[in-house]
């Protein structure tokens, strides 16, 4: 499989980087644009002076292609180029917005609009909250164009006691959207209730 994958400069660098760990561990080619307020995330959040691939890959680096924001002549910019879906995560709404216009100035933008020229998967995960109307009509935009909008939104139902399991569970739903199989904890099963879990339990006195 070979799933195009870009990181914006909205919150949540570890989901891109569990997200990438779960391609490849499943041996999926990711073709990876990193546009440069993404680059400062993975420095602010993970403090990464540049995007370090073994780091974001986990384990095989060799699987990922890096490709240049600025090379809109690059072969994922191109429908001739078939890939098996495209994954914005985290996606900043400078990027939402921009996509759900057709723009097509820098990589990210012009490989998603392609993607949805195409008729190919492409999974938003949109970060940022409250949500202006501007986010909410680039939604209504982009859903009418079969594009799927997946917020970076962790459901606490599997009672998380962790912010990796909460990253997990993100990075889980973004590899269901692309069909790539993953071991990430994420299925509900009634039939295995999780202990409940209270927020004092895992954070200690409650802060007043
Ligand atoms: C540390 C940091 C965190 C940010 N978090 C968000 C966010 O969660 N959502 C968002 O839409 N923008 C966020 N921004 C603002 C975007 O980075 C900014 O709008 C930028 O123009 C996005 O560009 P890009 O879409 O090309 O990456 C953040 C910026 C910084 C520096």
């Known amino acids: 499989m070979d799933i195009v994958t870009a990181i914006t400069g909205a919150s949540g660098a570890l ?32 403090g990464l002076e540049t995007p370090d691939l073994e780091v974001l890959a986990g384990t095989n680096k060799h699987t990922i292609t ?17 890939h098996d879906g495209m994954v914005i995560v985290p996606c900043s709404s400078n990027s939402l917005c921009q996509i759900a216009h057709g723009l097509g100035d ?3 933008n012009r490989a998603a609009a392609v993607t949805i020229k195409e008729r190919r998967r492409l999974v938003i995960a ?63 099963d009634p039939k295995q209730p999780r202990p409940p879990v209270r927020y004092d339990d895992i954070v200690g006195t409650i802060k007043s």
């Open 15 to 46: 989901y891109a980087q569990r997200f990438i760990q779960g391609l490849v561990a499943a041996g999926v080619n990711v073709h990876l644009v990193i546009s440069p307020l993404g680059r400062r995330l993975l420095h602010d959040e993970m």
């Open 66 to 82: 890096l490709y240049s924001y600025n090379d809109v002549g690059a072969k994922i910019a191109s429908g001739s180029f078939m």
């Open 126 to 188: 949109h970060r940022e909250m409250p949500l202006s109307p501007m986010d909410v009509t680039a939604y209504k935009l982009l859903t009418d164009a079969g594009t799927i909008i997946a917020p970076c939104n962790p459901g606490l139902y599997l009672n998380p006691t962790t912010l990796g399991e909460m990253v997990d569970f993100v990075a889980g739903k973004l590899l269901d959207l692309v069909g790539v199989r993953h071991a990430l904890d994420t299925r509900y």
């Open 106 to 108: 820098n990589l990210i």
